[in-house]
């Protein structure tokens, strides 16, 4: 029932030879049979419901039926970011309430108020091979469980979405907020590009609606300014309300390496510009405090790092006075596949073999590289960088001001 790339390229060849009169009938009958087993398939029930959260898509998946998941179906979702997009074949059902456990044992730690966390319908169906069923009874339980708070994650919204999209969109939330009205839905925008995002405030933000502002930068490690931040959310307040500012990241944490206290060895001085999940937690309570009347003066206020720009058309001029380049110089990549090295060098950091015998493997591998670019008459060449080991480790481990993390590790 399911087809990805290389499938998908038979379908063509098959389509094309039945057009030109060269039908295979074999492949066409059990076509046919998968799309009527397809149209047919009773729901499955997923009887195991996981007891930590995954993929934002994949973890409600796992809890529904009408829900398949791959092995090896990774595509590409954007920038270098991969993900396995479970496929929806059937009737979506929930067996089982999917949150609720959780956000009311959360709830039973604490007297604030405990938001229940669910990936909204339209990021579900969008990073999913779809149909068009969409979960609801979910909001219920929650509401009945006793969440005054929910948050809806659509990072899909970054997205150009298309027309039929966006309507899903509108339909799924004027739906929801007709029937749940005494919920507080929040609208969590990402305030780091604050420019555009305030002109969009100033221009049609809604009254009496809730405005989580993610001044915090969820997505590095750097420590937030306080003060611009500060300023930022006193300009918002004024634009939507004192009682309806939230202070809040600019999304999920899991993108950064968890707290600063898990790196003892990182220089101190370093580690004071730094802010991991545990840090930035601080950092927004901080804002909140200050925001409140309350402010804590001990707190970090970093200012921006000024960089000099460099003259590029001056550089451009010396490099071509010494090299004398035709228009549309010849090159290549700078890294040649050298497999025998990749043994030589786990030798040698072993300690199985010298130094001097690391280095005499590394020069006759750039000979290979040297002498086959002049056989091929390139212009500009490349020594094959056989010493590298990670693209951006290497050199970071030959420049100053670079510092490295034993357990930094991020999604």
């Known amino acids: 029932m399911v087809a990805f790339f290389a499938q998908k390229v038979v379908e063509v060849n098959a389509l094309a030879k039945a057009l030109s009169g060269a039908k295979d009938e074999a492949f066409f009958s059990a076509n046919a049979a998968a799309q009527a087993s397809r149209k047919s398939s009773p729901r499955v029930t997923n009887e195991t419901v996981q007891k930590a959260r995954n993929d934002m898509v994949e973890y409600f998946g796992e809890q529904l039926s009408g829900f398949a998941f791959t092995a090896n179906g990774w595509v590409q979702s954007y920038g270098s970011r991969c993900v ?37 319908p339209v990021t579900i169906l969008n990073w999913s091979f779809v149909r068009n069923d969409q979960p609801r009874e979910v909001i219920s339980e929650l509401k009945a469980a006793g969440a005054s708070w929910i948050q809806f ?11 039929h999209q966006l309507e899903a969109f ?18 969590s925008l990402t305030l780091l590009m604050f420019l555009l995002t305030l002109d969009l405030i100033k221009g049609s933000f809604p009254s009496g ?31 939507v309300g004192k009682d309806k ?11 950064t390496a ?21 840090q930035k937690v601080v950092e927004v309570n901080a804002l909140a405090k200050a925001l409140s009347g309350a402010k804590d003066e001990s707190a970090a206020l970093q200012g921006s790092d000024h960089r000099r720009a460099t003259n590029v058309s001056a550089r451009l001029d010396a490099q071509q006075k010494k090299l004398n380049l035709p228009v549309l110089p010849t090159t290549t990549i700078g890294s040649f596949l050298a497999v025998e090295l990749r043994r030589v060098r786990r030798e040698y950091k072993a300690k199985k073999i010298s130094e ?4 005499k493997s590394i020069k006759e591998e750039i000979k290979k590289v040297v002498d086959l670019q002049e056989e091929l008459d390139i212009d500009v060449l490349v020594h094959g960088e056989p010493e590298r080991n990670d693209m951006v480790e290497y050199f970071g481990e030959q420049l100053y001001g670079f510092a490295f993390l034993a357990n930094g590790w991020v999604q």
């Open 245 to 255: 500012l939230v202070v809040s990241t600019s999304c999920s944490l899991l993108h």
């Open 84 to 120: 396995k997009p479970p496929i929806i074949y059937g009737d979506v059902s929930r067996p089982n309430p999917m949150t609720v456990f959780w956000s009311s044992t959360a709830q039973s730690m604490t007297k604030r108020p405990m938001k229940g966390m669910l990936t909204g």
């Open 356 to 359: 001097e015998e690391y280095v």
């Open 153 to 163: 994650d659509e990072p899909t919204l970054v997205l150009d979405l298309e027309a």
């Open 209 to 239: 609606k809730y405005l989580f502002a993610g001044v915090v930068d969820g997505r590095n490690i750097w420590a937030n300014d306080l003060a611009a931040s500060l300023n930022l959310l006193q300009s918002l307040e004024d634009l």
């Open 170 to 187: 509108t339909k799924a939330y004027l739906w929801w907020n007709h029937l749940y009205l005494a919920l507080m839905f929040s609208l």
């Open 258 to 278: 968890v707290d600063l206290i898990n790196e003892p060895k990182l220089d101190d001085e370093i580690k004071s510009w730094l802010a991991f999940a545990a």
